[in-house]
């Protein structure tokens, strides 16, 4: 019950990045603490075991060392907000010379090279975080994204369930719809059209997320209706306009191929 509730809370710290788009470097997707802590607390906790072996290694370096550290990994989560995802991997590189054993690197790192359509490069950083902690949430997040934009529809179901049921607090509902549109795109792609419905039969235009015009939108491109989904998308985009929460939706929609298939048809 203890590690449900703490990977509730990773989910819960990784909202803003994975669902509301680039808005706090607070919400980047990593997971564990970012910087290592001082020599002296590290010679105080020697015992504990718990303690990661990267937060070690960082805490073994030269107070100069673990300050540039420092410096290229927020340099790495502020080029990541702004959407500079080349100059996120350079700086990741650089920390990389400090350790090569932190998680926070590889999925930062693997979040980049997903918004770039990089994906067996963004497997490779995920498959090192889940080889140390096959539950770790955001990693898990990105997997579940990764997995539709390489169209692995039934793995990313899978994927996005699990998620869903680590999901423990009513201030994460809007993870919640985010992860639920990624299960419908999935579901339509693999023509479980009546599942599709019934996912979000419960939902009206009053839900405070875009899911209910994200999910019309859908149903209307496999409709063949272009233009009304389209409208849709533009009342979504009306109406959520600065909340942050629309480009999830937007990049799900995006890599999961349903509006490449439906402009071939």
């Not at 979504?236 to 191929?257: E, K, P």
Request: charged share 25%; hydrophobic share 40%.
């Amino acid at each position: 019950m203890r590690k449900i509730a703490y990977q509730s809370y990773l989910l819960a710290a990784s909202v803003g990045i994975f669902v509301f788009g680039f808005n706090a470097q607070a919400d980047l997707p990593t997971g564990s603490l970012p910087t290592a802590p001082t020599q002296r607390e590290s010679e105080e906790e020697t015992e504990d075991e718990t303690i990661p072996e990267w937060v070690r290694e960082l805490s073994n370096l030269s107070p100069e060392s673990r300050s540039a550290y420092t410096e290229a990994f927020q340099a790495a989560k502020r080029a990541y907000a702004a959407g500079r995802m080349v100059e996120c991997e350079g700086h990741l590189n650089t920390c990389e010379m400090y350790t090569t054993s932190n998680p926070n690197v590889w999925n930062l790192r693997a979040s980049a090279l997903i918004s770039q359509a990089r994906y067996e490069e963004a497997q490779q950083n995920l498959n090192k975080v889940l080889s140390n902690d096959s539950q770790d949430s955001v990693a898990r997040l990105s997997l579940s994204l990764l997995q539709l934009g390489m169209h692995r529809y039934e793995e990313c179901i899978a994927t996005t369930d699990e998620l869903l049921d680590m999901i423990r607090y009513k201030e994460m509902d809007q993870l919640t719809y985010s992860l639920t549109f990624r299960k419908l795109l999935c579901l339509v792609m693999l023509e479980r059209l009546d599942e599709a419905r019934a996912l979000v039969a419960d939902y009206s235009p009053m839900l405070d997320a875009p899911l209910y015009y994200y999910s019309q939108a859908v149903f209307l491109y496999v409709e063949g209706d272009r233009k009304a989904a389209l409208r849709e998308l533009s009342a979504a985009d009306s109406i959520f306009r600065g909340t942050g929460y629309l480009s999830g939706y937007r990049q799900a929609l995006n890599v999961s191929g349903l509006t490449d298939r439906n402009a071939q048809e």
